[in-house]
Every structure is written in C-alpha cells, then in structure tokens.
T-cell receptor, first 114, second 113 residues
Framework: GAVVSQHPSWVICKSGTSVKIECRSLDFQATTMFWYRQFPKQSLMLMATSNEGSKATYEQGVEKDKFLINHASLTLSTLTVTSAHPEDSSFYIC??????????FGEGSRLTVL | QQQVKQSPQSLIVQKGGISIINCAYENTAFDYFPWYQQFPGKGPALLIAIRPDVSEKKEGRFTISFNKSAKQFSLHIMDSQPGDSATYFCAASTLNTGNQFYFGTGTSLTVIP
C-alpha cells in the first residue's frame, strides 16, 4: 500500500485553541486529499475533500470555518481545527487520492480537547 | 440510506477457527469492494479488495467471496489468530468517479487463544 505520513499522531489541547494536522503523501503526488473523522467504535465519516490549489469541498454538516483545509502542494495537506471544543475530540484520518483510485489511510491523529 | 450494511457488529472466534464478516450493498454501480483492518489507535489498512468480475479472491488466509446477484460480499479469515483481533470495515466504491467510498459500520473481531 501507499505510504502516508500523518502528524501528530496524538494531540491534547485546551478548549478554544487551534490544532493543525499534517498529512503527507510519500509515494505519489496527490491532487486530492480526503479527510475522515472517526468517533470511538464508529465507522469512518468523510469530512471533506481537498484539491491541490483550490478550495476544499465539505460534506453536509461539516463546518468549513471550523475545519480549515489547506492543500498547498501535491504531497501535503493540512487540517486545522479552529477554536476546538470537547465535542471535536475525535480520530482524524487522511487519505491521499491515489492514481489507481484505491484508498490508503494515514496513521490517524487522535485529538483530545480538554 | 446506508449504502453498505455490515454484520456482525462483533465476533469472537477461537484460535484456528474461521472468521466470517458479511456486507451487503445497494448501488449496482459499485465496482470496487475493499476490506480494511484497523487496530486501536491506528488508521485503517487495506487488507484485500475485489472487483465484481470475479466471485472470489484469496490472499493468504484472507478470502473475499462476492455474490453480484445478491449484492453481497464477505471476508473469510481462515486459521484465525489472536493477532487478527482488530476492527474490520468493508467498503464500496465506483473507482472511476471521484473516489467516493461508502463504509460499513465495522466488525470488532476478537480471536481467543
């Protein structure tokens, strides 16, 4: 499978602060990056799709102003959780859009908001 | 409407036994059916996948059985090992139309020694 680097693997922050999560595609250039969120014992929920050089597309119910996505290069996309609150605590996982269409995930980032 | 339905929610299997997880889908346009394995605190890892032009695919101890007419596919883990204890997700997608993947709700597998 593809090599996807996601950082940090876990982060704890205070309510009201912002947290940035980085996702790097190491095997191929990704014009598209998918960001998922996973709550404990639940399935993966697509949050947004980012495209290099253009605005991200957000799924229904996902606040674009809270979850800022930047896809400035073909190998790096970032997700910033702004003004984080305890309900934003979750497991965030990225997946670069592969040339074959298959989905390969990063290791995930566990966010805990106190 | 849930596009992919997965069962059971949890499964306990004796070491050496066969683990079977089932999924059903609605959209006949789906043409790619992967299974993912996820360990606690880790991202899902692609385990095995099948396209609808074959009825079975085997990789080591893992086999996907695919029934196109019934719109069902299943994962079989032969000779289950404690190290297979994880959560398994099935998914479905149409590979050529923007990578929209639909995931099952997951199955927590526990293999007891």
């Amino acid at each position: 499978g593809a090599v996807v680097s996601q950082h940090p693997s876990w982060v704890i922050c205070k309510s009201g602060t912002s947290v940035k999560i980085e996702c790097r595609s190491l095997d191929f250039q990704a014009t598209t990056m998918f960001w998922y969120r996973q709550f404990p014992k639940q399935s993966l929920m697509l949050m947004a799709t980012s495209n290099e050089g253009s605005k991200a597309t957000y799924e229904q119910g996902v606040e674009k102003d809270k979850f800022l996505i930047n896809h400035a290069s073909l190998t790096l996309s970032t997700l910033t959780v702004t003004s984080a609150h305890p309900e934003d605590s979750s497991f965030y996982i990225c997946s670069p859009g592969s040339p074959t269409g298959e989905l390969f995930f990063g290791e995930g980032s566990r966010l805990t908001v106190l | 409407q849930q596009q992919v339905k997965q069962s059971p929610q949890s499964l306990i299997v004796q070491k050496g036994g066969i683990s079977i997880i089932n999924c059903a889908y609605e959209n006949t346009a789906f043409d790619y059916f992967p299974w993912y394995q996820q360990f606690p605190g880790k991202g899902p890892a692609l385990l095995i996948a099948i396209r609808p032009d074959v009825s079975e695919k085997k990789e080591g101890r893992f086999t996907i059985s695919f029934n196109k007419s019934a719109k069902q596919f299943s994962l079989h883990i032969m000779d289950s090992q404690p190290g297979d204890s994880a959560t398994y997700f099935c998914a479905a997608s149409t590979l050529n139309t923007g990578n929209q993947f639909y995931f099952g709700t997951g199955t927590s597998l526990t293999v007891i020694p």
